[in-house]
């Protein structure tokens, strides 16, 4: 599984279209970003990746072959939506278990939670949980990962170990990111869109950015 | 086993509300094909007051999501364990009295 393409998209909200002509590909080896305004349909576009979201039209395909059922159906990808998906119920140990990533791993990573294992995420601050759950996300068996907003509410050194850690699992995965944190958005892409007006743009330069008028300076 | 262990823990939270209206049906009025139809009633009941009311964006679904169990799968599951309870309610009854 290299190459995951999307194609075709086509989302209204009652007569508003939020996505008319959406094109793009993200491949293994390479993290790609997505920018764009606040309603810009980006939450919206990694959920009809997901295949929770049915939008009017869209076509996606893995490694050239057009795939009908919604993905989250199959075992290969992984969704790290805005909110917090574990239940407060869970305990840290459990939530491992659950995603079938290593929790030695992640105390090699963040050994400050060694004692913490037993806990329940209902024991845990927003940022804790944030970043254990993309932590998991990222971290799981899955081939395709999305993360929605993974960065919000992090620690700066936090942000970093995440971003080391997406430079090493984006050898073995297609992994799709999105955030309004744009600089950590742009040094952690190989490959970078925007999205505005329903469209989407490939972006080669930061200044492109200032030119379709998403930031006014670098 | 992992995959029972996450319908169990989806189904210890959503179990009460249909059971407990369905024995009350089947107490109350005696009559178990009358307290099965109304457990999938109040299973469809709670089913579309979450998607449609309670948690449109879906949030409490996406952990089972990403562990590839659909809302179809989870709410079946919770109507045949909250049946077979039922039946075996039922059936104690008769065996008691």
Redesign the interface.
């Known amino acids: 599984m290299d190459v995951l393409e999307i194609d075709n998209v086509e989302l209204n909200f009652g007569i508003k279209k939020v996505l008319k002509a959406i094109y793009f590909n993200a491949e293994k080896g390479k993290i790609t970003g997505i920018l764009g305004r606040n309603g810009c349909g980006k939450t919206s576009l990694l959920r009809i990746i997901?295949g929770?979201l049915k939008p009017n039209n869209k076509l996606i395909r893995i490694d050239k072959k057009p795939l009908l059922t919604p993905l989250?159906?199959?075992?290969f990808i992984?969704?790290l939506?805005q909110?917090h998906?574990?239940?407060n119920?869970?305990s840290l140990q459990s939530g491992f278990?659950?995603?079938n990533a290593s929790f030695t791993d992640f105390l090699i990573d963040f050994p400050n939670y060694k004692t913490k294992e037993k806990h329940r995420f209902s024991d845990f601050s927003g940022g804790e949980k944030r970043l254990i759950e993309t932590y998991i996300?990222l971290k799981s068996d899955a081939k395709i990962v999305l993360l929605d907003e993974p960065f919000s509410h992090l620690a700066p050194l936090y942000i970093q170990k995440i971003k080391e850690l997406l430079e090493i699992e984006k050898q073995n995965k297609i992994i799709i990111i999105t955030d309004h944190l744009y600089k950590e958005i742009l040094d952690a892409s190989d490959t970078l869109y925007l999205l505005k007006d329903g469209w989407s743009r490939i972006i080669k330069s930061p200044e492109e950015l200032i030119h379709h008028k998403y930031i006014n300076s670098l | 086993m992992?995959k029972i262990n996450?319908y169990f823990?989806f189904y210890k939270n959503n179990f009460a509300f249909p059971l407990a209206l369905s024995l009350f049906t089947l107490f109350s009025l005696g009559f178990m094909p009358l307290s099965v139809m109304t457990l999938a009633a109040t299973t469809l009941l709670i089913w579309f007051y979450q998607k449609f009311i309670n948690d449109k964006k879906?949030?409490?679904l996406?952990?089972y999501?990403?562990?590839?169990l659909?809302a179809l799968k989870l709410y079946t599951f919770l109507f045949f364990i909250n049946m077979i309870v039922l039946i075996s309610i039922n059936i104690g009854i008769k065996w008691m009295f």
């Open positions: 997901f929770e989250y159906k199959k075992e992984k969704y939506p909110f998906i574990i239940p119920s869970v278990h659950y995603f996300i | 992992k996450l823990r879906n949030q409490t996406y952990f999501y990403n562990l590839r659909t």
